[in-house]
C-alpha cells in the first residue's frame, strides 16, 4: 500500500479474484423485475399526480400552461417535504427506489432530509454547510452538463 | 524469551480467570421487536431517550448499560477500577460522553463492531495482570447516529441493497473481576486478538465480506495455537456477520479444512433481528455483539445451558473518508474465550 507502484502478486491476485466471486455468488442480488415495476408504478404515480395539479391549474385556476408547470412542480416539492418531514418519504423511497427520486419528488426529499437531519448542528455550520451534501453534486454537474450542451446547442443549431 | 502468558503465535493465556460478574444490554425498540426481546435489561421506546440529538441518545444508552452493569454485581462506580468504551461515532464521542458521567478511569477503545470482544480482552488481561479489580467494558451503537455519519440522512429515501446490514441501537455492559465475593456468571480463559486480513472488498453495504476472511483468520489461528478444536465449545459466536458474512464463513473454514458445523455457530447479527424485520442481512455495529453477548448469551451461562463458548467479534474498520477514496475495506476480529465454572 505504501509502494505506489506495487501490484498484487499473481498468487495474491488470483486469491483475490477467487474471493471476490465467492461474495458475489453468496450476496443476495436486488430483485430486478420487483424493482422495475414498484418504481414504475410509483413514479407513474407521481407523474400522474403532477398532470392532475397541471390540469387543474389549467381549467380551475386560469393559469397558463407555463404557470401551471411550476404549480404542480411547486405542489409535488411541497407535498414531499411535506411527507419527508413527517418521516413517511423514506418508506416510499425504500419501497420504490428510482420511481421516488427521479421525479423532482426525489430532488425535495434530498434537500429537505440533510435539513432536518443537520439542524442540530446549528443554522450556520449545520442546516447552511451540509444543506446540499446530497443534491449538491447533482446541482453542479447537471449546471455543468447543461452549459456544455448549451454551447454545443449554439455551436449545432440544427 | 517467550512470554509466558502466550501461547502459540497470537493468543494470551489468563491463567487467574479473571470473571464477569454482570453484565447488562439496553436496546433499542426495534430490537426489542425482535427474538431477543426478553434477554434485555431494558427496552428503551424512544430512539432519542429523552435527548436532544442521536449523539447524546447513543451515549445515555451507553451510560445506562454501564450504570445498571455496575449496580447488578452489587458495586459502586468508586469500586470499579477502569472502564473501556468504545462506540462507532467520530472520536468515539458516545463512549467518552458516557464516561464522563461515570467518574471511572476511562480507556476508550475503537475497533468497530469488534469492540465487545476487544474490550474483554483488554479488560481481561488488566485484571488477570492485577492491574485492575474490576474493569468495565461498554460499547454501543445506535441507527440513527451510524446512519447520519457513515450514509444518508434519517430521512432520505433511498434503497438499500440486500447485502446491507442494520445498525443496532442499543449499548452492552460487562463487568470483569477478580474479586472472589462477586458472583460467576463465566470466566475469561483465553484471548486470541485479531489481525487485520483485507480481502480487497470495497462495498460498504457488505460488510459481512470485508469481515468474514478475518473471522476465518483468527478462529483458525486460535485453533491452531490452542490445539482446540469446535468440539470444545458449546457455540462459536461471531459478532455481526449477518446473512452473507455467515456463509462466506462456513465456506471459508470448509477450505480451510476446518468446516465449521452451523448448528454450533451464532451469528449475533443474524439472532437479533427476525426476517420480517425489513434488515436485509442483519444487524450490525457495536451494540449488536453487546447486545447479544450482555443479554441472550449470559442469560444462557446463568441458565448452565452453556459451558464453554469463543465470542469473537467482527469489525470493518472502514471509514466514510477511506471509502471515498476508493480503499478497501480492512477487517478484523477478535477473540475471547468464555466458560462456566464447572
Given at each position: 500500500m505504501f509502494d505506489k507502484n506495487a501490484k498484487p502478486s499473481p498468487a495474491r491476485q488470483q486469491q483475490l479474484d477467487r474471493y471476490s466471486q465467492l461474495v458475489d455468488r453468496l450476496s443476495p442480488k436486488s430483485p430486478m423485475l420487483q424493482g422495475l415495476l414498484r418504481a414504475f408504478w410509483v413514479g407513474g404515480a407521481i407523474c400522474c399526480l403532477g398532470q392532475i395539479f397541471i390540469e387543474i391549474g389549467l381549467s380551475w385556476l386560469n393559469m397558463t400552461s407555463t404557470a401551471a408547470s411550476t404549480f404542480a412542480s411547486t405542489m409535488l416539492v411541497f407535498l414531499t417535504a411535506l411527507l419527508t418531514g413527517i418521516g413517511v418519504f423514506d418508506k416510499?423511497?425504500?419501497?420504490?427506489?428510482?420511481?421516488?427520486?427521479?421525479?423532482?419528488?426525489?430532488?425535495?426529499?434530498?434537500?429537505v432530509s440533510p435539513a432536518m437531519e443537520f439542524r442540530r448542528e446549528g443554522m450556520v455550520l449545520g442546516l447552511g454547510a451540509k444543506l446540499f451534501t446530497i443534491a449538491g453534486p447533482v446541482l453542479v454537474w447537471g449546471t455543468s452538463a447543461s452549459v456544455v450542451v448549451g454551447i454545443l446547442y449554439a455551436l449545432f443549431p440544427w | 524469551m517467550m512470554s509466558p502468558n502466550r501461547i502459540g503465535q497470537s493468543t494470551i493465556l489468563l491463567p487467574s480467570r479473571p470473571r464477569i460478574a454482570a453484565s447488562a444490554a439496553i436496546a433499542g425498540k426495534k430490537e426489542g421487536e425482535g427474538p431477543l426481546s426478553s434477554d434485555f435489561d431494558a427496552i428503551i421506546e424512544d430512539d432519542l431517550f429523552g435527548e436532544e440529538t442521536w449523539e447524546k441518545a447513543e451515549s445515555r444508552f451507553q451510560f445506562a448499560a454501564a450504570d445498571a452493569c455496575i449496580r447488578k454485581a452489587g458495586l459502586t462506580g468508586k469500586q470499579v477500577?477502569?472502564?473501556?468504551?468504545?462506540?462507532?461515532?467520530?472520536?468515539?464521542?458516545?463512549?467518552a460522553m458516557a464516561a464522563r458521567e461515570l467518574h471511572i478511569p476511562f480507556l476508550g477503545l475503537y475497533g468497530a463492531c469488534s469492540t465487545m470482544a476487544e474490550s474483554l480482552c483488554i479488560a481481561s488481561m488488566l485484571v488477570d495482570g492485577g492491574y485492575a479489580r474490576n474493569a468495565l467494558c461498554t460499547v454501543s451503537s445506535h441507527y440513527c447516529s451510524a446512519e447520519r455519519q457513515y450514509r444518508f440522512p434519517l430521512e432520505y429515501g433511498c434503497q438499500r441493497p440486500p447485502t446491507a446490514q442494520w445498525t443496532v441501537t442499543g449499548a452492552g455492559s460487562a463487568l470483569v473481576s477478580s474479586d472472589d465475593t462477586l458472583p460467576t456468571l463465566c470466566r475469561c480463559t483465553h484471548a486470541t486478538i485479531g489481525r487485520i486480513v483485507d480481502m480487497a472488498v470495497k462495498d460498504a453495504n457488505n460488510m459481512g465480506a470485508a469481515m468474514a476472511p478475518a473471522a476465518a483468520d483468527t478462529l483458525a489461528r486460535h485453533f491452531a495455537d490452542t490445539g482446540r478444536?469446535?468440539?470444545?465449545?458449546d457455540l462459536i459466536i461471531t459478532g455481526d456477520l449477518g446473512q452473507v458474512g455467515h456463509d462466506v464463513l462456513l465456506t471459508l473454514m470448509q477450505e480451510r479444512g476446518l468446516p465449521l458445523d452451523a448448528a454450533r455457530y451464532m451469528d449475533c447479527g443474524l439472532a437479533i433481528f427476525d426476517k420480517e424485520q425489513d434488515v436485509h442481512a442483519g444487524g450490525s455495529g457495536c451494540g449488536c455483539s453487546a447486545v447479544v453477548l450482555n443479554g441472550h448469551i449470559m442469560r444462557r451461562f446463568r441458565e448452565r445451558t452453556l459451558h464453554r463458548i469463543l465470542f469473537m467479534a467482527t469489525g470493518a474498520l472502514l471509514s466514510p473518508t477511506s471509502s471515498q477514496q476508493g480503499g478497501t475495506i480492512p477487517g478484523i476480529a477478535h477473540a475471547i474465550v468464555l466458560e462456566a465454572d464447572a
Amino acid at each position: 500500500m505504501f509502494d505506489k507502484n506495487a501490484k498484487p502478486s499473481p498468487a495474491r491476485q488470483q486469491q483475490l479474484d477467487r474471493y471476490s466471486q465467492l461474495v458475489d455468488r453468496l450476496s443476495p442480488k436486488s430483485p430486478m423485475l420487483q424493482g422495475l415495476l414498484r418504481a414504475f408504478w410509483v413514479g407513474g404515480a407521481i407523474c400522474c399526480l403532477g398532470q392532475i395539479f397541471i390540469e387543474i391549474g389549467l381549467s380551475w385556476l386560469n393559469m397558463t400552461s407555463t404557470a401551471a408547470s411550476t404549480f404542480a412542480s411547486t405542489m409535488l416539492v411541497f407535498l414531499t417535504a411535506l411527507l419527508t418531514g413527517i418521516g413517511v418519504f423514506d418508506k416510499i423511497g425504500q419501497y420504490a427506489g428510482a420511481g421516488a427520486f427521479v421525479p423532482i419528488s426525489g430532488f425535495a426529499n434530498a434537500m429537505v432530509s440533510p435539513a432536518m437531519e443537520f439542524r442540530r448542528e446549528g443554522m450556520v455550520l449545520g442546516l447552511g454547510a451540509k444543506l446540499f451534501t446530497i443534491a449538491g453534486p447533482v446541482l453542479v454537474w447537471g449546471t455543468s452538463a447543461s452549459v456544455v450542451v448549451g454551447i454545443l446547442y449554439a455551436l449545432f443549431p440544427w | 524469551m517467550m512470554s509466558p502468558n502466550r501461547i502459540g503465535q497470537s493468543t494470551i493465556l489468563l491463567p487467574s480467570r479473571p470473571r464477569i460478574a454482570a453484565s447488562a444490554a439496553i436496546a433499542g425498540k426495534k430490537e426489542g421487536e425482535g427474538p431477543l426481546s426478553s434477554d434485555f435489561d431494558a427496552i428503551i421506546e424512544d430512539d432519542l431517550f429523552g435527548e436532544e440529538t442521536w449523539e447524546k441518545a447513543e451515549s445515555r444508552f451507553q451510560f445506562a448499560a454501564a450504570d445498571a452493569c455496575i449496580r447488578k454485581a452489587g458495586l459502586t462506580g468508586k469500586q470499579v477500577d477502569i472502564a473501556l468504551g468504545g462506540d462507532l461515532l467520530n472520536q468515539i464521542m458516545a463512549s467518552a460522553m458516557a464516561a464522563r458521567e461515570l467518574h471511572i478511569p476511562f480507556l476508550g477503545l475503537y475497533g468497530a463492531c469488534s469492540t465487545m470482544a476487544e474490550s474483554l480482552c483488554i479488560a481481561s488481561m488488566l485484571v488477570d495482570g492485577g492491574y485492575a479489580r474490576n474493569a468495565l467494558c461498554t460499547v454501543s451503537s445506535h441507527y440513527c447516529s451510524a446512519e447520519r455519519q457513515y450514509r444518508f440522512p434519517l430521512e432520505y429515501g433511498c434503497q438499500r441493497p440486500p447485502t446491507a446490514q442494520w445498525t443496532v441501537t442499543g449499548a452492552g455492559s460487562a463487568l470483569v473481576s477478580s474479586d472472589d465475593t462477586l458472583p460467576t456468571l463465566c470466566r475469561c480463559t483465553h484471548a486470541t486478538i485479531g489481525r487485520i486480513v483485507d480481502m480487497a472488498v470495497k462495498d460498504a453495504n457488505n460488510m459481512g465480506a470485508a469481515m468474514a476472511p478475518a473471522a476465518a483468520d483468527t478462529l483458525a489461528r486460535h485453533f491452531a495455537d490452542t490445539g482446540r478444536g469446535y468440539a470444545d465449545y458449546d457455540l462459536i459466536i461471531t459478532g455481526d456477520l449477518g446473512q452473507v458474512g455467515h456463509d462466506v464463513l462456513l465456506t471459508l473454514m470448509q477450505e480451510r479444512g476446518l468446516p465449521l458445523d452451523a448448528a454450533r455457530y451464532m451469528d449475533c447479527g443474524l439472532a437479533i433481528f427476525d426476517k420480517e424485520q425489513d434488515v436485509h442481512a442483519g444487524g450490525s455495529g457495536c451494540g449488536c455483539s453487546a447486545v447479544v453477548l450482555n443479554g441472550h448469551i449470559m442469560r444462557r451461562f446463568r441458565e448452565r445451558t452453556l459451558h464453554r463458548i469463543l465470542f469473537m467479534a467482527t469489525g470493518a474498520l472502514l471509514s466514510p473518508t477511506s471509502s471515498q477514496q476508493g480503499g478497501t475495506i480492512p477487517g478484523i476480529a477478535h477473540a475471547i474465550v468464555l466458560e462456566a465454572d464447572a
